[in-house]
């Protein structure tokens, strides 16, 4: 304390030391502040308050003592002169640590440790200097305050200006306390603000320096610029050239500061230090450089920055820092000293959140382009913010607009919640971290500040992004509504947000909104309605849980009206109420807290509330009054009776109970809304009533509720009805084109309508009135929709039509005049009305249009009038060339009727028939014998067909087919000559074989006709029924005669005789029902063998073997009749047969020589010579041969000639010659034959010499669902070796045609050069085929053990389609039927390899042929499948069929004799160039004109009686099935395009080919869902990603039970029925989804066939995709592709215009969710419904018959194929019936897919937590951290 009372303190105390320290001593302190000398005072205070001893003592003895200041000072001396008198530290120690000696006083002593410490002190702050910020920042929570404080307050590490600025202040006090060091040597990393700086600055010499220049070194280096001399070291050439800086440089008055920039990648430490030298020689020299600065500024690579980068010396007045920035910030950008002050001084400074918040702000400006460039926004449906921009100035200033507002500056505030303090801090620890393990390239203060920055930008893109979901920021953007905006901003505070880290990742751009239908005017209406929604499904849940206990209904602020509508709303709604508030008060779901306080506080949002409510889910704009309205006549008038709360509750179960009703009546009802908006405006102010209004008077008039189908029936027709006659007929008068405009757009309306409300109209219930205008408008429509464009003749007859209509059967009132309007009067009044001149196809489909609205399926939309009018123009039917007769004498307008009578085509009259006869009528029963038909329709076609004549005497019917044949004798009978008769007769035939026919024996059909003959003989029957049941008899019969055919070829292919009953033989001869000798009967019998038996061959086989049948001796009758007709042979190459020709004499030479070489007798020696010289002599003498006009070589003909003489000759006639086989090796060495033609040869030669291989018939893979166990030898057989060596005496002839086709397949190979056709390497050399491409094959792959294996892409499923659907999409030169003829060889060759071959099986295993395929067994088996099919799905006899082959042999032995054919493929074009050659050369020419060919050459074809049987199979009614038509499509496909070209009837035959995926997926997809989302909600979090593998389904359906038991039956159920649908859907698919039938391909695909045994992981969705898991979502996505397939093929430009009279405007999508059976295109049948029976009937409905009443499906003998159904209006049928207004399905995966939760995942890489804005923050782990439950474990 000082004499006058002031204190000194330890600053004054400091300064005075150390001004004695550099005065007396010599010290070079460098100037502190006062700042800086208060913080090292207060440090070296606690310091020494912790000391304790001398210290202590010395304190005591000054304490409260009076010193001057001179007394002070002289005590500094003393203990200034203590310090150089000391003695060495280790002499003498005291417990301080201090070296004192005696002498010295208190004073003088306590001195002397403040000054140690001192030195200390400025010793560390100079080492202090060096240490980087992230080396700080890591051992702070080690040092003390005192380090920080100086780092960040008093020394500059962050700007080379304030360091520079800090040294020349201090200068200008250099006189004081203090020196100014004048050399810096700063330590930086190499940044872009480095590389900026000019390479030379200050300099006279340089003129190229600019403005921009000059700012940067102003913001960099100094504000003077002027005082600034800058230099790169770089840019200096040499040390002279250094020298003239420095000397430029002294020289220059005004210049202070001397910057020379040196990069340390380029400059070694020793040129550094010479430069160091130069600078300290100039300043010894100059005196006036002594008081200028310089800067030596090294900056280093990161790849050095890391190590020992240069020497630091204090020495020779350098000072040296370290600079982690040298740029500073711009005013308001983060100050980087700022922020390690409030990350690592939080305790005592207060302004952090202001810094933040004023730093976050600052960035505002530069952030709006760049959110702007990540946010895509746009939408149709969008307003305000999200309209579509004109460009990208418009799209940045509404994202300024948006974010320098109130949302901007809430943004921020939500931002600034991430830098806390701490948060601040741990940044700053990792940031150090980082760059401590050597991975950061930049500094700690660019990665701090690019990551506040970066991270900013993402948070304002991410938050903008989610927050504009749904449109929502369209509600704030434009918003001037107070309440709006601050429940906008109020929720935007809730919105979850994502962790800080997370925010570095979100740096993608993020695509356009999603549409909707309309943009929101509530603030975050679809969040919020989600969480109500999901209060409500919980409150679901816990009602079916039966967890809710008995609850008070609602009160009612209004005592009057009613409740809501049942009970399950009430007991919802309440309970729904009930857990709203509970939520409340617990302060769960704050954003429903803050929407009810807002709809409390300002009634006006409810409104908002509401129109987005509804408009949402019932998808309309909000401008759509109509929709609104009729919502709120619908149930919302219920709601002005609750309380707001209770409103908002009763609003969301209200709707969700009803929706779907209520979006059905919506989309019923809005085309009539749609239309009257757009009626002329005349017409709009004559219509008195809405529609709304009207229909609510309806409503009150039936006293019902929306729900009636009647009253909604009724009302859209009485619109549609009200919209013409104002609409369209008024005002076409007056304004021609208006009036024709109209009428296209009532038309549009009618057809929407109509199509929205197609079950309705099948109502029967519907007034005679609106009948009637029903009626009418119907025709009108039908006129409308005759042509793809209305057109001005068509919108004529349209409205002459309705008018005459109106006119003569509705009063001026539109009240009709009689009890309906039905068929007649409507097209009567069509013909007065028509033009003469009008297209007859419009007329006929008109008619067919007609009949199927008033006859459409389910319907009983007809009347009895209806009935009678349809029955009567069938029987009027004449043949075409009867109307041409009639009319053309006649006048137009007399004509037209009778030529109305023509469109009714055999098929159509057959199909309406049957739709009438079958329709149900209340709950009548079939009342016939049959069970067939129900009561008034036959009541009517019997009336129809005795009106004329009405005998007493009523016989048999009689088929018309019997009436064709001269041969049989036919009693005349009038009444059932009559065309309804015969068509009566065809559906019941139809009905029969349809419904019975398939399970009905012979037995049964005996048994029927004694019960229709019983009927019959009943006296109450009048002769209408006895009639009818006369002809029912007789389809009877006929069904009789043809299980007696089936009978009887069974027993034929098994060669056994049979006794027949007397009961079966009765049919064939009672004449009562049409038998007897000679009688038709018998001709039907061997009609239906022919069929059965395939074929001529096999009837002549059958009638002639002995005793076949004793009963029925009209069969001897014919045998006799066909015993001149010889069996010949149409298997054999066309030169064996022929009589002449060089071919024909060679062959016939050597099968004379060679059968006399394998006789035993002793001249064999000569014949074998004779044998030889022969061929020689042949070879000699013709070098090439003719045949039709092609040569042919002769060695390759002699070989081929030489096998099938060896074939036919020998080996079927089972001639052994083994000398032969030695004589062919080695004596005739002049043929060539290669090693696997003598295997062959001498296999067939030598039977002993064949390779008989046994193997198992079952894979051995454990692919094969056969549980396969030891089999035994016995069981073990070679099926190849068993077709050539038979065990069986007696073959089936098929066996045996295929033997000889196979035969002739090798004879052609024979014949071919070496490596030419794929026949050689397929039979020779299987070698070769590895590792190429093969024809026949249906992937786009080599084969090989690497890709695929041949088997995987020829597999046929057993109809003869592809197995694999995906086939169809593969470019192929083939059609289905020339994939068979391909094949067959293909694989027929590998057969007789492997039979001959020692080789082949070696070859061909795990080459060619899959390993796990028993290769004898597969081969074969494909073989004689391909065979079969050949004959089936081509229609062929098996005379057709052998001679299709041997045609196909010799046009393929013709063809390579002149051209040389590739046999080995290795790329994708040759092998389709090789299958476009096979299918237009070798099959197409083979098949077309086969049976011309073969009658012209087989007498047995030209037989009279296979004549008859050919006329009647062509007359006689047949019904064709889905197989036949398939491949009658196939075949049309074929003729009409090219290979791989677009088919026949694309969407037909894409219909027919997916049919049954479709109706199996279809049914399934439904499931699927369900299933899907059950274990997504159900096992998420309790499955581990361990744990998902290990469990099989069963097993987790068995634990989930436990856990859920209130729902366990009906999950086992489901998952029943999901599995077993599933498989069938993966059956039909070829057994995987996927490619790839070999065994590495179906071990690697995701989906094969499920059991109870797949592990659960299978089904569940994961991140990787390629996991091979994720299998339902792949079916589910396969089904929709599927489904989307044929909907988007209708919706192609030319189809939609052909169909657009189908189709709707626009094409409904919908989610996978919400598909249901409605949606479906085809469906499994049901006990109810039966698509395919639906399709069936179509199908035959457009079948082109031969007669008037039918036709074949297959021609059993030798007629051309013919155009056999009407492919077009077939297509449009389906288009029509199956997929117009089927809705494209959204995809599988932005629609229900999502990764699936497991309980030990990071939740960072799954999908985030729901939050306001969409995706929002991760859920809480810790919220999921329990212990596993022990149901869910392994």
Same mark, same amino acid.
């Given at each position: 304390?000082?004499?006058?009372?002031?204190?000194?303190?330890?600053?004054?105390?400091?300064?005075?030391?150390?001004?004695?320290?550099?005065?007396?001593?010599?010290?070079?302190?460098?100037?502190?502040?006062?700042?800086?000398?208060?913080?090292?005072?207060?440090?070296?205070?606690?310091?020494?308050?912790?000391?304790?001893?001398?210290?202590?003592?010395?304190?005591?003895?000054?304490?409260?003592?009076?010193?001057?200041?001179?007394?002070?000072?002289?005590?500094?001396?003393?203990?200034?002169?203590?310090?150089?008198?000391?003695?060495?530290?280790?002499?003498?120690?005291?417990?301080?640590?201090?070296?004192?000696?005696?002498?010295?006083?208190?004073?003088?002593?306590?001195?002397?440790?403040?000054?140690?410490?001192?030195?200390?002190?400025?010793?560390?702050?100079?080492?202090?200097?060096?240490?980087?910020?992230?080396?700080?920042?890591?051992?702070?929570?080690?040092?003390?305050?005192?380090?920080?404080?100086?780092?960040?307050?008093?020394?500059?590490?962050?700007?080379?200006?304030?360091?520079?600025?800090?040294?020349?202040?201090?200068?200008?006090?250099?006189?004081?306390?203090?020196?100014?060091?004048?050399?810096?040597?700063?330590?930086?990393?190499?940044?872009?603000?480095?590389?900026?700086?000019?390479?030379?600055?200050?300099?006279?010499?340089?003129?190229?320096?600019?403005?921009?220049?000059?700012?940067?070194?102003?913001?960099?280096?100094?504000?003077?610029?002027?005082?600034?001399?800058?230099?790169?070291?770089?840019?200096?050439?040499?040390?002279?050239?250094?020298?003239?800086?420095?000397?430029?440089?002294?020289?220059?008055?005004?210049?202070?500061?001397?910057?020379?920039?040196?990069?340390?990648?380029?400059?070694?430490?020793?040129?550094?230090?010479?430069? *160091?030298?130069?600078?300290?020689?100039?300043?010894?020299?100059?005196?006036?450089?002594?008081?200028?600065?310089?800067?030596?500024?090294?900056?280093?690579?990161?790849?050095? /920055?890391?190590?020992?980068?240069?020497?630091?010396?204090?020495?020779?007045?350098?000072?040296?820092?370290?600079?982690?920035?040298?740029?500073?910030?711009?005013?308001?950008?983060?100050?980087?000293?700022?922020?390690?002050?409030?990350?690592?001084?939080?305790?005592?400074?207060?302004?952090?959140?202001?810094?933040?918040?004023?730093?976050?702000?600052?960035?505002?400006?530069?952030?709006?382009?760049?959110?702007?460039?990540?946010?895509?926004?746009?939408?149709?449906?969008?307003?305000?913010?999200?309209?579509?921009?004109?460009?990208?100035?418009?799209?940045?200033?509404?994202?300024?607009?948006?974010?320098?507002?109130?949302?901007?500056?809430?943004?921020?505030?939500?931002?600034?919640?991430?830098?806390?303090?701490?948060?601040?801090?741990?940044?700053?620890?990792?940031?150090?971290?980082?760059?401590?393990?050597?991975?950061?390239?930049?500094?700690?203060?660019? #990665?701090?500040?690019?990551?506040?920055?970066?991270?900013?930008?993402?948070?304002?893109?991410?938050?903008?992004?989610?927050?504009?979901?749904?449109?929502?920021?369209?509600?704030?953007?434009?918003?001037?509504?107070?309440?709006?905006?601050?429940?906008?901003?109020?929720?935007?505070?809730?919105?979850?947000?994502?962790?800080?880290?997370?925010?570095?990742?979100?740096?993608?751009?993020?695509?356009?909104?999603?549409?909707?239908?309309?943009?929101?005017?509530?603030?975050?209406?679809?969040?919020?309605?989600?969480?109500?929604?999901?209060?409500?499904?919980?409150?679901?849940?816990?009602?079916?849980?039966?967890?809710?206990?008995?609850? *008070?209904?609602?009160?009612?602020?209004?005592?009057?009206?009613?409740?809501?509508?049942?009970?399950?709303? *009430?007991?919802?709604?309440?309970?729904?109420?009930?857990?709203?508030?509970?939520?409340?008060?617990?302060?769960?779901?704050?954003?429903?807290?803050?929407?009810?306080?807002?709809?409390?506080?300002?009634?006006?949002?409810?409104?908002?509330?509401?129109?987005?409510?509804?408009?949402?889910?019932?998808? @309309?704009?909000?401008?759509?009054?109509?929709?609104?309205?009729? $919502?709120?006549?619908?149930?919302?008038?219920? &709601?002005?009776?609750?309380?707001?709360?209770?409103?908002?509750?009763?609003?969301?179960?209200?709707?969700?109970?009803?929706?779907?009703?209520?979006?059905?009546?919506?989309?019923?009802? *809005?085309?009539?809304?749609?239309?009257?908006?757009?009626?002329?405006?005349?017409?709009?102010?004559?219509?008195?009533?809405?529609?709304?209004?009207?229909?609510?008077?309806?409503?009150?008039?039936?006293?019902?509720?929306?729900?009636?189908?009647? $009253?909604?029936?009724?009302?859209?027709?009485?619109?549609?009805?009200?919209?013409?006659?104002?609409?369209?007929?008024?005002?076409?008068?007056?304004?021609?084109?208006?009036?024709?405009?109209?009428?296209?757009?009532?038309?549009?309306?009618?057809?929407?309508?109509?199509?929205?409300?197609?079950?309705?109209?099948?109502?029967?219930?519907?007034?005679?009135?609106?009948?009637?205008?029903?009626?009418?408008?119907?025709?009108?429509?039908?006129?409308?929709?005759?042509?793809?464009?209305?057109?001005?003749?068509?919108?004529?007859?349209?409205?002459?039509?309705?008018?005459?209509?109106?006119?003569?059967?509705?009063?001026?009132?539109?009240?009709?005049?009689?009890?309906?309007?039905?068929?007649?009067?409507?097209?009567?009044?069509?013909?007065?009305?028509?033009?003469?001149?009008?297209?007859?196809?419009?007329?006929?489909?008109?008619?067919?249009?007609?009949?199927?609205?008033?006859?459409?399926?389910?319907?009983?939309?007809?009347?009895?009038?209806?009935?009678?009018?349809?029955?009567?123009?069938?029987?009027?039917?004449?043949?075409?060339?009867?109307?041409?007769?009639?009319?053309?004498?006649?006048?137009?307008?007399?004509?037209?009727?009778?030529?109305?009578?023509?469109?009714?085509?055999?098929?159509?009259?057959?199909?309406?028939?049957?739709?009438?006869?079958?329709?149900?009528?209340?709950?009548?029963?079939?009342?016939?014998?049959? #069970?067939?038909?129900?009561?008034?329709?036959?009541?009517?076609?019997?009336?129809?067909?005795?009106?004329?004549?009405?005998?007493?005497?009523?016989?048999?019917?009689?088929?018309?087919?019997?009436?064709?044949?001269?041969?049989?004798?036919?009693?005349?009978?009038?009444?059932?000559?009559?065309?309804?008769?015969?068509?009566?007769?065809?559906?019941?035939?139809?009905?029969?074989?349809?419904?019975?026919?398939?399970?009905?024996?012979?037995?049964?059909?005996?048994?029927?006709?004694?019960?229709?003959?019983?009927?019959?003989?009943?006296?109450?029957?009048?002769?209408?029924?006895?009639?009818?049941?006369?002809?029912?008899?007789?389809?009877?019969?006929?069904?009789?005669?043809?299980?007696?055919?089936?009978?009887?070829?069974?027993?034929?292919?098994?060669?056994?005789?049979?006794?027949?009953?007397?009961?079966?033989?009765?049919?064939?001869?009672?004449?009562?029902?049409?038998?007897?000798?000679?009688?038709?009967?018998?001709?039907?019998?061997?009609?239906?063998? &022919?069929?059965?038996?395939?074929?001529?061959?096999?009837?002549?086989?059958?009638?002639?073997?002995?005793?076949?049948?004793?009963?029925?001796? @009209?069969?001897?009758?014919?045998?006799?009749?066909?015993?001149?007709?010889?069996?010949?042979?149409?298997?054999?190459?066309?030169?064996?047969?022929?009589?002449?020709?060089?071919?024909?004499?060679?062959?016939?030479?050597?099968?004379?020589?060679?059968?006399?070489?394998?006789?035993?007798? !002793?001249?064999?020696?000569?014949?074998?010579?004779?044998?030889?010289?022969?061929?020689?002599?042949?070879?000699?003498?013709?070098?090439?041969?003719?045949?039709?006009?092609?040569?042919?070589?002769?060695?390759?003909?002699?070989?081929?000639?030489?096998?099938?003489?060896?074939?036919?000759?020998?080996?079927?006639?089972?001639?052994?010659?083994?000398?032969?086989?030695?004589?062919?090796?080695?004596?005739?060495?002049?043929?060539?034959?290669?090693?696997?033609?003598?295997?062959?040869?001498?296999?067939?030669?030598?039977?002993?010499?064949?390779?008989?291989?046994?193997?198992?018939?079952?894979?051995?893979?454990?692919?094969?669902?056969?549980?396969?166990?030891?089999?035994?030898?016995?069981?073990?057989?070679?099926?190849?070796?068993?077709?050539?060596?038979?065990?069986?005496?007696?073959?089936?002839?098929?066996?045996?045609?295929?033997?000889?086709?196979?035969?002739?397949?090798?004879?052609?190979? =024979?014949?071919?050069?070496?490596?030419?056709?794929?026949?050689?390497?397929?039979?020779?050399?299987?070698?070769?085929?590895?590792?190429?491409?093969?024809?026949?094959?249906?992937?786009?792959?080599?084969? #090989?053990?690497?890709?695929?294996?041949?088997?995987?892409?020829?597999?046929?499923?057993?109809?003869?389609?592809?197995?694999?659907?995906?086939?169809?999409?593969?470019?192929?030169?083939?059609?289905?039927?020339?994939? %068979?003829?391909?094949?067959?060889?293909?694989?027929?060759?590998?057969?007789?390899?492997?039979?001959?071959?020692?080789?082949?099986?070696?070859?061909?295993?795990?080459?060619?042929?899959?390993?796990?395929?028993?290769?004898?067994?597969?081969?074969?088996?494909?073989?004689?499948?391909?065979?079969?099919?050949?004959?089936?799905?081509?229609?062929?006899? !098996?005379?057709?069929?052998?001679?299709?082959?041997?045609?196909?042999?010799?046009?393929?032995?013709?063809?390579?004799?002149?051209?040389?054919?590739?046999?080995?493929?290795?790329?994708?074009?040759?092998?389709?160039?090789?299958?476009?050659?096979?299918?237009?050369?070798?099959?197409?020419?083979?098949?077309?004109?086969?049976?011309?060919?073969?009658?012209?050459?087989?007498?047995?074809?030209?037989?009279?009686?296979?004549?008859?049987?050919?006329?009647?199979?062509?007359?006689?009614?047949?019904?064709?099935?889905?197989?036949?038509? %398939?491949?009658?499509?196939?075949?049309?496909?074929?003729?009409?395009?090219?290979?791989?070209?677009?088919?026949?009837?694309?969407?037909?035959?894409? /219909?027919?080919?997916?049919?049954?995926?479709?109706?199996?997926?279809?049914?399934?997809?439904?499931?699927?869902?369900? @299933?899907?989302?059950?274990?997504?909600?159900?096992?998420?979090?309790?499955?581990?990603?361990?744990?998902?593998?290990?469990?099989?389904?069963?097993?987790?359906?068995?634990?989930?039970?436990?856990?859920?038991?209130?729902?366990?039956? #009906?999950?086992?159920?489901?998952?029943?029925?999901?599995?077993?649908?599933?498989?069938?859907?993966?059956?039909?698919?070829?057994?995987?989804?996927?490619?790839?039938?070999?065994?590495?391909?179906?071990?690697?695909?995701?989906?094969?066939?499920?059991?109870?045994?797949?592990?659960?992981?299978?089904?569940?969705?994961?991140?990787?995709?390629?996991?091979?898991?994720?299998?339902?979502?792949?079916?589910?996505?396969?089904?929709?592709?599927?489904?989307?397939?044929?909907?988007?093929?209708?919706?192609?430009?030319?189809?939609?215009?052909?169909?657009?009279?189908?189709?709707?405007?626009?094409?409904?999508?919908?989610?996978?969710?919400? /598909?249901?059976?409605?949606?479906?295109?085809?469906?499994?049948?049901?006990?109810?419904?039966?698509?395919?029976?639906?399709?069936?009937?179509?199908?035959?409905?457009?079948?082109?018959?031969?007669?008037?009443?039918?036709?074949?499906?297959?021609?059993?003998?030798?007629?051309?194929?013919?155009?056999? =159904?009407?492919?077009?209006?077939?297509?449009?049928?389906?288009?029509?019936?199956?997929?117009?207004?089927?809705?494209?399905?959204?995809?599988?995966?932005?629609?229900?897919?999502?990764? @699936?939760?497991?309980?030990?995942?990071?939740?960072?890489?799954?999908?985030?937590?729901?939050?306001?804005?969409?995706?929002?923050?991760?859920?809480?782990?810790?919220?999921?951290?329990?212990?596993?439950?022990?149901?869910?474990?392994?």
């Amino acid at each position: 304390v000082q004499p006058d009372g002031l204190r000194v303190g330890p600053t004054e105390l400091l300064v005075i030391l150390m001004e004695t320290l550099q005065n007396s001593a010599g010290f070079q302190f460098k100037r502190p502040s006062n700042e800086e000398l208060k913080s090292d005072a207060n440090y070296m205070l606690d310091h020494f308050a912790s000391l304790t001893g001398d210290f202590q003592g010395y304190a005591q003895a000054v304490i409260n003592k009076q010193y001057s200041s001179n007394e002070i000072e002289g005590y500094v001396k003393e203990a200034i002169n203590h310090l150089h008198l000391a003695p060495h530290p280790k002499d003498a120690k005291t417990d301080s640590g201090y070296v004192l000696v005696k002498g010295v006083s208190n004073e003088a002593c306590l001195i002397v440790m403040v000054t140690v410490q001192l030195l200390i002190m400025y010793m560390r702050k100079r080492l202090l200097q060096l240490v980087t910020a992230e080396a700080l920042t890591l051992a702070r929570r080690k040092l003390p305050h005192w380090f920080m404080d100086s780092y960040l307050s008093h020394q500059n590490h962050f700007s080379l200006k304030d360091l520079i600025d800090s040294t020349l202040r201090a200068s200008e006090d250099s006189k004081k306390l203090g020196t100014v060091p004048t050399k810096l040597i700063c330590f930086t990393r190499s940044t872009s603000a480095i590389h900026h700086l000019p390479a030379l600055y200050g300099s006279h010499a340089v003129n190229c320096i600019t403005d921009n220049h000059s700012e940067f070194i102003k913001d960099v280096v100094h504000e003077d610029v002027n005082q600034v001399y800058l230099c790169k070291l770089s840019g200096v050439q040499s040390e002279t050239a250094f020298k003239n800086h420095l000397q430029m440089f002294s020289e220059q008055e005004e210049k202070k500061i001397m910057i020379l920039i040196i990069s340390m990648q380029e400059t070694s430490k020793q040129m550094v230090n010479h430069i *160091r030298i130069i600078i300290d020689q100039k300043i010894e020299e100059k005196s006036r450089s002594r008081n200028k600065l310089f800067v030596l500024l090294l900056h280093f690579p990161p790849s050095m /920055f890391y190590n020992a980068c240069y020497p630091v010396l204090f020495l020779y007045g350098w000072d040296h820092h370290y600079l982690d920035s040298i740029q500073p910030e711009p005013e308001g950008i983060v100050d980087i000293r700022t922020w390690f002050r409030i990350a690592c001084q939080r305790s005592k400074l207060d302004d952090g959140q202001s810094f933040i918040m004023e730093a976050i702000k600052s960035m505002i400006p530069d952030s709006i382009s760049v959110v702007a460039s990540r946010v895509n926004i746009g939408s149709r449906n969008g307003g305000g913010f999200n309209s579509i921009p004109q460009n990208g100035t418009e799209r940045v200033s509404r994202f300024k607009r948006l974010l320098e507002g109130e949302m901007g500056q809430k943004l921020c505030k939500m931002y600034a919640t991430y830098w806390q303090p701490a948060g601040m801090a741990r940044n700053l620890e990792e940031t150090a971290q980082y760059a401590k393990n050597h991975k950061s390239t930049i500094s700690i203060t660019d #990665s701090v500040k690019d990551f506040f920055k970066t991270a900013f930008h993402n948070f304002l893109a991410y938050m903008t992004y989610h927050t504009n979901q749904h449109l929502n920021l369209d509600v704030i953007y434009d918003c001037q509504d107070a309440p709006t905006k601050n429940l906008f901003l109020q929720l935007l505070e809730l919105v979850p947000i994502p962790k800080l880290l997370e925010l570095k990742a979100y740096n993608n751009t993020w695509a356009i909104q999603q549409t909707l239908h309309s943009k929101p005017s509530f603030p975050f209406f679809y969040k919020i309605c989600e969480i109500l929604d999901e209060m409500m499904e919980a409150c679901i849940e816990d009602i079916q849980k039966g967890n809710v206990p008995a609850v *008070r209904p609602l009160k009612e602020t209004v005592n009057t009206g009613p409740q809501p509508v049942d009970s399950y709303k *009430r007991v919802l709604s309440t309970a729904f109420l009930q857990q709203l508030s509970k939520n409340i008060e617990d302060g769960a779901n704050r954003e429903v807290c803050a929407v009810l306080q807002a709809l409390t506080d300002h009634r006006t949002l409810w409104d908002k509330y509401w129109k987005d409510f509804i408009s949402t889910k019932f998808h @309309f704009p909000l401008d759509d009054t109509f929709t609104i309205e009729l $919502v709120t006549f619908t149930f919302t008038r219920h &709601l002005n009776k609750y309380s707001l709360q209770q409103k908002l509750v009763v609003l969301h179960c209200n709707v969700h109970i009803d929706q779907i009703h209520l979006a059905k009546l919506i989309s019923t009802l *809005r085309p009539l809304q749609q239309l009257e908006s757009q009626l002329h405006p005349e017409a709009q102010a004559s219509i008195e009533l809405s529609p709304v209004d009207r229909l609510k008077e309806m409503v009150e008039m039936k006293s019902c509720t929306l729900d009636d189908a009647t $009253v909604l029936c009724q009302f859209i027709v009485d619109r549609l009805f009200l919209s013409f006659t104002t609409g369209c007929l008024k005002h076409e008068s007056t304004l021609q084109y208006a009036g024709n405009k109209q009428l296209i757009i009532w038309y549009q309306a009618y057809r929407n309508a109509t199509q929205q409300s197609s079950a309705l109209f099948q109502t029967s219930n519907m007034e005679s009135g609106y009948r009637a205008k029903q009626n009418v408008l119907h025709a009108i429509f039908l006129v409308l929709q005759m042509r793809p464009e209305i057109d001005e003749d068509l919108s004529q007859v349209a409205l002459t039509l309705g008018e005459t209509l109106l006119k003569k059967y509705f009063t001026e009132t539109f009240d009709i005049k009689g009890a309906c309007l039905n068929l007649c009067e409507i097209t009567t009044t069509l013909c007065e009305v028509i033009p003469p001149n009008f297209p007859k196809e419009d007329i006929s489909n008109y008619l067919e249009n007609l009949l199927n609205f008033f006859f459409f399926p389910g319907s009983t939309r007809f009347t009895e009038n209806d009935m009678k009018w349809f029955f009567n123009k069938v029987n009027e039917q004449r043949s075409m060339s009867q109307i041409s007769n009639l009319t053309q004498d006649l006048p137009v307008e007399e004509s037209r009727m009778p030529l109305f009578n023509t469109m009714f085509t055999p098929a159509m009259s057959r199909h309406f028939l049957c739709r009438i006869l079958t329709q149900k009528v209340g709950n009548e029963k079939p009342v016939n014998p049959l #069970s067939v038909f129900y009561r008034l329709p036959r009541k009517h076609v019997a009336n129809i067909i005795l009106r004329r004549e009405r005998s007493d005497d009523l016989s048999i019917y009689m088929p018309k087919v019997y009436s064709e044949i001269p041969a049989i004798d036919v009693k005349k009978n009038e009444v059932m000559m009559q065309p309804l008769a015969d068509l009566y007769f065809v559906v019941v035939l139809e009905h029969l074989k349809d419904k019975k026919g398939s399970g009905m024996t012979l037995e049964g059909a005996l048994h029927t006709i004694k019960t229709v003959q019983d009927h019959l003989n009943n006296k109450r029957n009048d002769n209408h029924e006895k009639l009818l049941c006369l002809i029912e008899l007789q389809a009877v019969v006929q069904v009789a005669l043809e299980k007696i055919a089936e009978t009887l070829a069974k027993r034929q292919f098994r060669h056994t005789a049979m006794e027949l009953s007397p009961g079966i033989c009765t049919i064939v001869s009672d004449t009562f029902i049409g038998g007897g000798e000679n009688s038709g009967h018998e001709r039907i019998v061997l009609m239906h063998l &022919l069929r059965e038996l395939k074929g001529p061959t096999r009837l002549l086989e059958f009638l002639n073997i002995p005793n076949m049948t004793t009963s029925l001796d @009209f069969l001897d009758v014919y045998k006799d009749k066909l015993k001149s007709t010889a069996i010949e042979k149409v298997h054999l190459m066309p030169f064996v047969t022929q009589r002449e020709g060089q071919l024909t004499e060679i062959y016939i030479t050597l099968s004379r020589l060679i059968t006399a070489c394998c006789d035993s007798s !002793e001249d064999q020696k000569t014949n074998e010579n004779n044998l030889i010289k022969n061929i020689q002599k042949i070879l000699k003498s013709h070098k090439e041969l003719t045949y039709d006009d092609v040569l042919v070589d002769t060695k390759q003909y002699l070989k081929m000639a030489i096998w099938l003489v060896v074939y036919y000759e020998l080996y079927c006639k089972k001639i052994c010659c083994p000398s032969l086989a030695i004589l062919l090796e080695t004596q005739l060495s002049e043929l060539d034959f290669t090693k696997e033609q003598l295997h062959i040869l001498t296999s067939f030669l030598v039977p002993n010499e064949m390779q008989k291989h046994l193997e198992s018939p079952f894979p051995t893979d454990e692919i094969s669902s056969i549980a396969r166990k030891a089999i035994p030898e016995s069981e073990l057989f070679d099926p190849i070796y068993d077709l050539f060596y038979p065990k069986d005496e007696i073959e089936d002839s098929s066996d045996i045609e295929l033997r000889h086709a196979l035969a002739n397949l090798v004879g052609v190979a =024979f014949s071919v050069p070496k490596g030419s056709s794929h026949l050689w390497n397929f039979l020779f050399d299987q070698s070769k085929l590895e590792d190429t491409y093969l024809p026949g094959f249906m992937w786009s792959s080599k084969i #090989s053990a690497q890709q695929m294996f041949f088997d995987s892409g020829i597999l046929l499923n057993e109809e003869g389609n592809y197995e694999d659907p995906d086939y169809r999409t593969h470019k192929s030169g083939l059609s289905l039927h020339s994939f %068979y003829l391909m094949n067959w060889t293909s694989v027929g060759a590998l057969c007789i390899s492997l039979l001959t071959n020692p080789e082949a099986q070696d070859n061909i295993h795990n080459h060619i042929i899959s390993d796990w395929q028993p290769l004898r067994h597969f081969c074969f088996h494909y073989l004689k499948s391909i065979w079969s099919f050949m004959s089936v799905n081509l229609q062929f006899t !098996e005379e057709e069929r052998s001679f299709f082959i041997v045609r196909s042999m010799d046009t393929l032995f013709k063809f390579c004799q002149t051209n040389n054919l590739k046999g080995t493929f290795y790329s994708r074009e040759d092998v389709l160039e090789y299958e476009t050659f096979w299918h237009s050369e070798i099959y197409e020419p083979s098949k077309l004109g086969l049976s011309n060919i073969l009658r012209q050459q087989y007498k047995f074809t030209r037989h009279p009686l296979f004549n008859e049987l050919k006329v009647m199979s062509t007359l006689y009614p047949s019904f064709p099935s889905e197989k036949d038509f %398939y491949h009658n499509l196939v075949s049309l496909s074929e003729g009409r395009t090219t290979p791989g070209s677009t088919p026949f009837s694309p969407i037909l035959a894409q /219909f027919v080919e997916d049919r049954h995926r479709l109706a199996v997926g279809s049914a399934l997809l439904p499931d699927l869902v369900e @299933f899907y989302l059950w274990l997504d909600q159900r096992l998420a979090h309790l499955l581990s990603y361990e744990t998902a593998p290990k469990l099989t389904i069963k097993e987790i359906i068995l634990k989930a039970a436990n856990r859920f038991q209130y729902e366990a039956e #009906s999950v086992k159920t489901l998952f029943n029925r999901m599995k077993d649908s599933l498989n069938e859907f993966i059956h039909l698919s070829g057994n995987v989804i996927g490619t790839g039938g070999c065994l590495r391909h179906r071990q690697e695909e995701k989906i094969t066939k499920i059991t109870d045994d797949t592990p659960v992981m299978r089904l569940l969705s994961t991140e990787d995709t390629h996991e091979g898991n994720d299998w339902l979502c792949i079916v589910m996505q396969n089904i929709v592709n599927l489904h989307n397939h044929l909907v988007s093929m209708v919706e192609h430009q030319g189809f939609r215009k052909k169909y657009r009279c189908w189709l709707p405007e626009t094409l409904p999508e919908i989610d996978v969710k919400a /598909f249901s059976p409605s949606h479906a295109i085809y469906l499994k049948d049901t006990d109810d419904f039966s698509m395919s029976h639906l399709f069936v009937t179509i199908m035959r409905s457009r079948y082109q018959a031969y007669s008037s009443l039918a036709g074949p499906t297959t021609i059993p003998f030798n007629v051309e194929q013919t155009l056999q =159904f009407d492919m077009e209006k077939l297509e449009g049928d389906v288009v029509r019936y199956f997929i117009a207004g089927k809705p494209h399905l959204k995809s599988v995966k932005e629609t229900i897919r999502r990764p @699936f939760r497991f309980r030990n995942l990071e939740l960072s890489s799954q999908t985030p937590g729901t939050g306001l804005a969409g995706p929002g923050c991760p859920i809480d782990l810790a919220a999921l951290s329990q212990e596993l439950p022990s149901e869910f474990k392994v």
